[in-house]
Structure formats: C-alpha cells, structure tokens
C-alpha cells in the first residue's frame, strides 16, 4: 500500500495554462505539505495544512492555491504557468507533535516532476 | 545565508569505509534535525532522525547531534554501493522542515 501517493506524476503543458496536482496519504496523519525542488535539487517548503487548516504559507506566488478537502488529501492548483514553475512538487505527511515545538518525521509522496514548455 | 548548509560534494569512499556527512545551521529555535537520502529520480526517504544531544545509531548509521555548536553529522559505517544518493540534513521547527542542499555521496567498489 502506498502511503504518500500524487498523481499525476509527469505534467508536460504549455506556459499560461492551469494545472493541478493531487496528494492523498493513508498514514492518518494530521499535517500535509507541498514542497518545491528545483534542478539543483534544493528542496523547499511552500504549503502545509493541519486537519484542512492552512499553517504554513511561505513566500510563494498567489498563482499557487493549495486546497485540503479532508485531513488525507492536500491538492495544488497552479494557475498561467510561467516557465519558473518548472520543477518536481513533493506532497508530505507527518503527525502533529501536540503541545510542541519540534517536527516529527514527515514521509515524501513519489513526486510530480512538471515540465513548463 | 542558508539555514541549514551542507557540503554539496561529490564526496566518494571507497567502499567498506565509513562516510562522513556534515551539516551546520542556524537557527537555534530548531528542535529536531533529520538526514533524508534520495536516489536520482525518486523521492527523499527517513534515514535517522535525532532530538537529543549526542549520538544515535541505528545499524550503519549514525546521528550525531551538537545543538551547542549547531551541527548535526551522519555516518556510514561499512559503506556499500547502494548507499550512493544524495544526502539531505534538515531541521524541523514547529511543524516546518528546512533543507539543506544536500551531499552526493558516491561509494566507490
């Protein structure tokens, strides 16, 4: 069984167009994140939703919309794709450490590597 | 000036010999620190993750943790071929990982 699943895992499309990608995890985790990894590999947080509750935002152009409708699945919309948006997009999972201010381990989706012509 | 800054290598060892990864960063609010391996092509997985000062083993490898000086390390004892990735550290802080840009560690037959 999967546990971290997205779909699709290749996006091929032309700039100025919407696309979007989907994550759904059956760890029954609480915390769900979308990361950025660019060509060289430096991989960075853009989104993370608690229980469908945005928590963390980061400095991330308002063409991108993350949208949780449930705790297991956290989808992105990119709208007018830019040729920058070319990269793989990871979606993670973790628990939420209760009363804390640690992290606990958040476990990776395959990927979609998105390709902006 | 990164957070979280890593050697980005290529670091070759022959193999059977140990592997040294190091990492530095700093933010001191950071509470847990984790070393993520990813292969060309596929996605980042758990290899330790440590909280505590001090060391952490868990078969081959090794966790070192010096919140002191803001550096964490990962060894690989008795490298084997298959532990040719690039090596990701990253430090978690309410809820938030950050990255550094990884070590590419080939082990040499």
Not at chain 1, 68 to 90: C, M, Q, R, T, W
Not at chain 2, 28 to 44: E, I, L, N, T, V
Not at chain 2, 85 to 105: D, I, P, S
Request: net charge neutral.
């Amino acid at each position: 069984d999967t546990a971290v699943s997205q779909t699709p895992k290749y996006l091929v499309t032309q700039m100025g167009n919407d696309k979007s990608i989907k994550c759904e995890q059956n760890l029954g985790h609480d915390t769900m994140y979308w990361y950025k990894q660019d060509s060289k590999k430096f991989l960075k947080i853009m989104f993370s939703y608690n229980n469908k509750e945005l928590i963390i935002n980061e400095t991330v152009p308002n063409r991108f919309s993350p949208k949780s409708p449930d705790k297991a699945h956290l989808n992105l919309h990119i709208n007018s794709l830019e040729l920058g948006d070319s990269a793989v997009y990871f979606c993670a999972s973790s628990r939420r450490v209760a009363g804390a201010s640690s992290t606990d381990t958040q476990y990776f989706g395959p990927g979609t590597r998105l390709t902006v012509l | 000036q990164k957070e979280v800054e890593q050697n980005s290598g290529p670091l070759s060892v022959p193999e059977g010999a140990i592997a040294s990864l190091n990492c530095t960063y700093s933010d001191r609010g950071s509470q847990s620190f984790f070393w993520y391996r990813q292969y060309s092509g596929k996605s980042p997985e758990l290899i330790m993750s440590i909280y505590s000062n001090g060391d952490k083993e868990d078969g081959r490898f090794t966790a070192q943790l010096n919140k002191a000086s803001q550096y964490v390390s990962l060894l690989i004892r008795d490298s084997q071929p298959s532990d040719s990735a690039t090596y990701l550290c990253a430090g978690g802080q309410n809820e938030k990982l950050t990255f550094g840009t990884g070590t590419r560690l080939t082990i040499i037959p």
